[in-house]
């Protein structure tokens, strides 16, 4: 199956600095890659849909000034968390799709606020 | 109500057994279905689309009921290697948009 890389796989960071999580695919073309987060015991929600050369579509209730997303080629997408406080310290997950049913996604990225 | 809604378990099973994992989706119009295994602090991969004949991969058997908006799995001789959480997922859009809706997650735990 296609392969969706994502980095870092695991960061932590200090309370008020910004975190950048980046997300790969790595043998095909995502035009569209999805950014979800993913509470402990609870499940993935999305947060936003990446799209290449355009700016981000947000859930309601995600803060676009507090998770930045950047889809600049056909193969990144970053999602920036800025000012990051313990409270967004989660399990974030990219997805990506080749455009056909199955979305394949990255490892994810663990992060933890201090 | 939630979009997708699943039983969060945990099902304990002895190896051997056989367990079947329910979810329901409120949108009618939803045109894709999958059950994705998601394993502790790992990310989901997909185990199997969902289609309306119903559809088996080995010991699973994954089942889909548009009319009662109603989507099951069935595990057959369950193995260690079967403990996880069980994702029902949901395709709200025909094409290549795969803005997946994921239901909360079974957890199934399997023990000798």
């Known amino acids: 199956g296609a392969v969706v890389s994502q980095h870092p796989s695991r960061v932590i960071c200090k309370s008020g600095t910004s975190v950048k999580i980046e997300c790969r695919s790595l043998?095909?073309?995502?035009?569209?890659m999805f950014w979800y987060r993913q509470f402990p015991k609870q499940s993935l929600m999305l947060m936003a849909t990446?799209?290449?050369?355009?700016?981000?579509?947000?859930e309601q209730g995600v803060e676009k000034d507090k998770f930045l997303i950047n889809h600049a080629s056909l193969t990144l997408s970053t999602l920036t968390v800025t000012s990051a406080h313990p409270e967004d310290s989660s399990f974030y997950i990219c997805?990506?799709?080749?455009?056909?049913?199955?979305?394949?996604f990255g490892q994810g990225t663990r992060l933890t606020v201090v | 109500r939630k979009e997708v809604e699943q039983d969060p378990g945990p099902f304990n099973v002895p190896e051997g057994a056989t367990v079947a994992f329910n979810c329901t989706y409120s949108?009618?119009?939803?045109?894709?279905f999958f059950w994705y295994r998601q394993d502790c602090r790992k990310e989901p991969k997909l185990l199997m689309s969902?289609?309306?004949s119903g559809n088996e991969d080995g010991r699973f058997t994954a089942q889909l009921n548009r009319a009662s908006q109603y989507i099951s799995l069935l595990i057959r001789d369950s193995k260690l290697s079967d403990s996880a959480t069980y994702l029902c997922?949901?395709?709200?859009?025909?094409?290549?948009?795969?803005?997946?809706?994921f239901g909360a997650g079974t957890r199934l735990a399997v023990h000798p």
């Open positions: 990446s799209n290449e050369g355009s700016k981000a579509t947000y």
């Open positions: 043998d095909f073309q995502a035009t569209t």
């Open positions: 997805s990506a799709s080749t455009g056909k049913a199955e979305a394949f």
């Open positions: 949108n009618s119009a939803s045109q894709s």
């Open positions: 969902v289609y309306s």
């Open positions: 997922v949901v395709n709200p859009l025909s094409g290549g948009y795969n803005k997946l809706i």
